[in-house]
């Protein structure tokens, strides 16, 4: 173990804080450490692990299909690519042109860039809280500071107002605005839902103003929030939308998803070495096929509904509110939470922070209402002993 970690500690870049534990196996909802520990994951690679660790079904596709072909360049044409861009386009018929990439980040950048290229405008507003990813245009949509500013100047055009808050967004929406760009649920930000009517007023206000609408998905989409999109919830549809995470069942992917007002694109303005190889579309289509013949969006609304449930039973003076859609849940609390993530692990549950004081859960769909129990338990057992160290922020 020690020489596990030295050797990656020595080598790694250093931008990330690591956890003193090596995962090296994983299968449905659980984990397992060098040590052989078993660990209930309601990280579950940042809410990649929609299916589960090593679904058999996506592991089988990979493994044929890695047999077959791994990697083509778009420039050529492919039976992967072509069922999983037809199998995406009937999951939003109004948004039935796609652009494959690799990452949550890369479908933004795309997205934005197509925003300005139609509209032939710079500005972007976003929403405060929010975050869209760490690549340079991506991260001028996002607002968190700590992100931002040893980075500064990012790219010029971008503004932030408040989430939920229509009459700021109506000010800031105008003739140079090229688009506007939203999460359905800000997950890093705090697990904070839209509110009833905010997306349509935000839709309202982009055809107003000629401006586009991005919905950022990438954390939501796929059956996280107990629909197959977020966007179901509000029976909205957005000029563009973004997806990746769980798309290819654990693999790399990115899928811009663009309406009939995105204009302009031709051959040349915007590209990708590996979006859409073979290897991640034969994952994607086989993780889609689970999600439909499980009913996983199904499953996520029923096991949200009782993770709620049960968490707002705990009456903790600690916790501040419980929020969440499906299974994308928060729990702030009244004091940082670093602590408490460190007592959940020591009693077998790992969970990951949405900013100083939420402890954010994104367990795999397949969770089973046991396994929930067992995480509550953790939870309730972890801020029922004081922690010297939770100071208040």
């Not at 700590?146 to 229509?166: A, Q």
């Not at 359905?184 to 935000?202: D, I, K, R, S």
């Not at 549809?237 to 790399?252: H, N, T």
């Amino acid at each position: 173990m020690n020489e596990l970690f030295e050797n990656e500690s020595s080598h790694s870049s250093g931008v990330y804080a690591k956890h003193p534990i090596a995962i090296v196996r994983g299968d449905g909802a659980r984990v397992w450490d060098s040590e052989g520990r078993e660990y209930i994951d309601c990280v579950a690679g940042h809410g990649v692990a929609n299916l589960g660790h090593a679904h058999p079904a996506v592991t089988e596709a990979i493994a044929a299909q890695a047999r077959r072909l791994i990697t083509l360049h778009e420039a050529y044409y492919n039976d992967q690519r072509a069922a999983l861009l037809a199998k995406l386009a009937r999951m939003v018929p109004e948004l039935d042109r796609l652009f494959l990439c690799n990452s949550g980040t890369e479908a933004v950048e795309a997205a934005l860039k197509f925003a300005r290229l139609s509209t032939g405008r710079s500005g972007v507003v976003a929403a405060m809280r929010g975050f869209h990813g760490r690549t340079m245009g991506a991260l001028s949509a996002t607002w968190n500071k700590h992100y931002r500013e040893p980075f500064l100047p990012l790219v010029p055009g971008f503004s932030h107002v408040p989430f939920n808050n229509v009459e700021a967004l109506e000010k800031a929406v105008n003739e140079d605005t090229a688009a506007v760009i939203l999460e359905v649920v800000q997950g890093e930000g705090g697990v904070h839902v839209a509110e009833p009517g905010y997306l349509e007023a935000a839709r309202a206000i982009t055809r107003e103003h000629g401006a586009l609408l991005i919905i950022d998905e990438v954390q939501t989409g796929l059956g996280r929030t107990g629909k197959m999109l977020a966007l179901e919830h509000f029976e909205l549809i957005p000029d563009l939308m973004c997806l990746a995470k769980s798309l290819a069942g654990g693999l790399p992917v990115g899928a811009v998803l663009i309406g009939p007002a995105v204009r302009n694109l031709a051959p040349g303005l915007h590209g990708s070495t590996f979006g859409g190889n073979p290897l991640v579309c034969a994952a994607a289509l086989a993780a889609l096929e689970v999600l439909e013949s499980e009913d996983l969006p199904g499953q996520a609304a029923e096991k949200g509904a009782y993770l709620l449930e049960r968490l707002n039973e705990l009456r903790s003076p600690l916790i501040r509110e419980v929020r969440g859609l499906g299974l994308i849940v928060g729990v702030e609390l009244k004091s940082r939470v670093a602590p408490y993530l460190a007592a959940m692990q020591d009693r077998g549950v790992l969970a990951f922070a949405a900013g100083l004081t939420v402890i954010r859960l994104l367990p795999p769909l397949v969770i089973t209402q046991a396994e929930l129990d067992t995480v509550i338990e953790a939870l309730r057992s972890a801020i029922a002993e004081p922690i010297p160290e939770a100071a208040e922020p």
